[in-house]
């Protein structure tokens, strides 16, 4: 009778290891697919992987992709061939650059590209006027191209931990932008342009060279939190009686500024972010160390999805998300 149910166990394997063979190798990956809030997601974060399987390229059906924290130098042009993904989770790699053919992915809404060597952005990413949260932090960047003033949707820009010395250009375009992450730069000041980014909430701009404010940082009234630490600021502007007619404009009093705030590690504030994956809503931070340092107000963890963020650090990421309108 045992000597049956083994008989029986060896021919079992052999039939899966028949089925395993017939399998293409673009199948076997395919297996490892879910399906979440109606998206084809697919992760192949922590695999080692040096180079991305060519067979992954024929999975033009997914939606989201993770291929987070491997050690990837190089995207190859066939990214363009996952002309549906809304979500592409690229952070802790080794990228150089990003292939040209980044922007023919036109219903991206997400893209992390954090703690990679980037030293520039293709001008073609401007063409993924879908996006919604950009993270680019912990990289080698000095700039934005121009074109990336198309993206007017987008919500979320960290170009956190760069070496940017001035705002690009491209950023006051942004006009949905609520969340703006410049710390750790070499910004030596903020341009009157700043007022019009009109929805911004969130701007954190610690640890950099920053001498004074413009006065038009009192234009942006829906600012919840204002970040300044670590910089050599020696005073912030007033609001006149004659700027405040209309009773609209909010005055430094009003913002996280010096001298108004608590000490490192006790912001009152729209932040009460905390690790990696935990950031909650605006008006929840906390300090330097505490909210947003790359990874922690945007990166993968507790992320919702496209059209349904509920805060910087509240956003997409592979696998643990919401559908759009959930």
């Not at 934005?144 to 375009?173: D, E, F």
């Not at 920053?210 to 020696?234: G, M, Q, V, W, Y």
Request: net charge negative; charged share 20%.
């Amino acid at each position: 009778m045992g000597g049956a149910a083994c008989k029986e166990e060896v021919k079992e394997e052999k039939r899966s290891s028949s089925r395993e063979d017939s399998l293409t190798s673009a199948d076997r990956i395919r297996r490892y697919t879910v399906k979440q809030f109606g998206y084809n997601v697919l992760s192949l974060s922590r695999r080692g992987l040096k180079d991305v399987p060519d067979e992954l390229w024929e999975l033009q059906e997914l939606d989201k992709l993770n291929l987070s924290l491997n050690s990837l130098k190089v995207l190859p042009p066939q990214l363009s061939l996952l002309s549906n993904l809304v979500v592409l989770n690229l952070w802790g790699n080794q990228l150089g650059s990003l292939p040209a053919e980044i922007g023919q992915l036109t219903r991206l809404r997400v893209l992390f590209a954090y703690r990679n060597r980037l030293t520039e952005v293709p001008e073609e990413l401007g063409a993924c006027t879908q996006l919604e949260v950009l993270s680019l932090a912990n990289n080698q960047l000095t700039s934005l191209p121009a074109s990336l003033s198309n993206l007017t949707r987008l919500r979320k820009l960290n170009l956190s931990h760069n070496q940017v010395a001035h705002i690009p250009g491209c950023v006051y375009n942004m006009k949905a932008l609520v969340f703006l992450h410049l710390a750790y730069n070499r910004l030596e000041n903020l341009a009157e342009n700043i007022q019009a980014l009109v929805e911004l909430k969130i701007l954190i701009v610690e640890g950099n060279s920053l001498h004074s404010l413009p006065k038009a940082l009192c234009c942006l009234t829906r600012l919840e939190l204002l970040n300044l630490d670590f910089n050599d600021i020696k005073d912030v502007p007033q609001v006149t009686d004659d700027d405040d007619d209309d009773g609209n404009s909010t005055s430094p009093g009003n913002y996280t500024s010096p001298g108004n705030h608590t000490s490192p590690g006790n912001h009152t504030s729209p932040g009460n972010s905390t690790s990696p994956g935990n950031s909650t809503s605006p008006g929840n931070h906390t300090s330097p160390g505490n909210h947003t340092s790359p990874g922690n107000s945007i990166s993968p963890g507790n992320h919702t999805s496209p059209g349904n963020h509920t805060s910087p650090g509240n956003h997409i990421s592979p696998g643990n998300h919401t559908s759009p309108g959930n």
